[in-house]
């Protein structure tokens, strides 16, 4: 039997990884020119809306309002004590409105869409119907690929901005009842702190975690082999994967965005 050479299997790991960026580049890049082409399953496209954002709504609304509570439980202590609790509503709307509320609601949609998207298209894959729609003539892409994507750009800015509302009013309960806050000085705060520009910026973050979910989900769908046991990889891969490219996006567009040299908004 022939020993592969030591620098072949220390190759493989990074070949396979290249293959996989690539698949994922071309996919994305297939689905922009379908759009691009005007190839949109309207009727396909609205259901999946209503599948990624309506049946998303509540669990983003009770994650992130817990998540605004546990940062304003923390943030309210200790500035009580150090009589800045003017900067406690400024601190929390912000943090939500930046970074809490886009990531933090790209996470639960990962978990919940990007699996069932890896799982629904790896059984069609490995039952060969996406098999049977290429001898039928119709693209793969243009009939599953573009209606969950554009339903994942569209839908998250949407659940983000609920979130967002979740997340600040949690926070508000926790600083006015359990840290005897002021509401009207809560308020306040967030009104100073807080910048048209914060909302805006972290809303175009969800359109990019909103591409990386369903262009991961269907990625990983798509190249499904092996069965039941296939997809359950699958459905695992593509929710890992989707939530870290979503914590590397972040911190580049945080750069970008919110950095010591953005442009995009006031320091």
């Known amino acids: 039997m022939e020993v592969p050479h030591p620098t072949a299997r220390g190759t493989r790991p990074v070949l396979g990884f290249l293959e996989w960026a690539g698949e994922l580049a071309l996919l994305f890049f297939r689905t922009l020119g379908a759009l691009l082409r005007g190839r949109v399953m309207v009727g396909e496209t609205v259901r999946q809306m209503s599948h990624i954002g309506v049946n998303s709504l509540p669990i983003c609304i009770l994650t992130i309002a817990f998540s605004g509570m546990v940062l304003a439980l923390h943030t309210a202590n200790q500035l009580v004590r150090m009589g800045a609790e003017g900067l406690i509503g400024g601190i929390v709307a912000v943090s939500m409105a930046r970074e809490a509320a886009p990531v933090l609601t790209a996470i639960v949609v990962?978990?919940?869409v990007g699996s069932a998207i890896a799982a629904e298209i790896g059984t069609m894959a490995v039952t060969e119907q996406v098999d049977a729609l290429r001898s039928l003539g119709v693209s793969p892409v243009n009939y599953l690929v573009v209606p969950?994507?554009?339903?994942?750009v569209?839908?998250?800015?949407v659940l983000t901005v609920f979130a967002n509302l979740a997340g600040v009013m949690g926070g508000f309960i926790v600083s006015v009842l359990g840290a005897g806050v002021n509401s009207s000085l809560f308020i306040s705060s967030a009104r100073n702190m807080l910048e048209p520009q914060d909302l805006f910026l972290g809303l175009v973050k969800t359109f990019v975690f909103g591409a990386i979910i369903a262009v991961v989900g269907c990625n990983q769908g798509l190249r499904t082999t092996g069965g039941a046991a296939g997809v359950g990889r699958s459905t695992t891969a593509a929710v890992v994967t989707s939530i870290v490219l979503v914590y590397v996006a972040d911190y580049f567009l945080a750069e970008w965005m919110f950095g010591k040299h953005s442009l995009l908004i006031k320091q």
């Open 148 to 152: 969950r994507f554009v339903a994942a």
């Open 110 to 112: 990962a978990a919940r």
């Open 154 to 157: 569209v839908m998250l800015p």
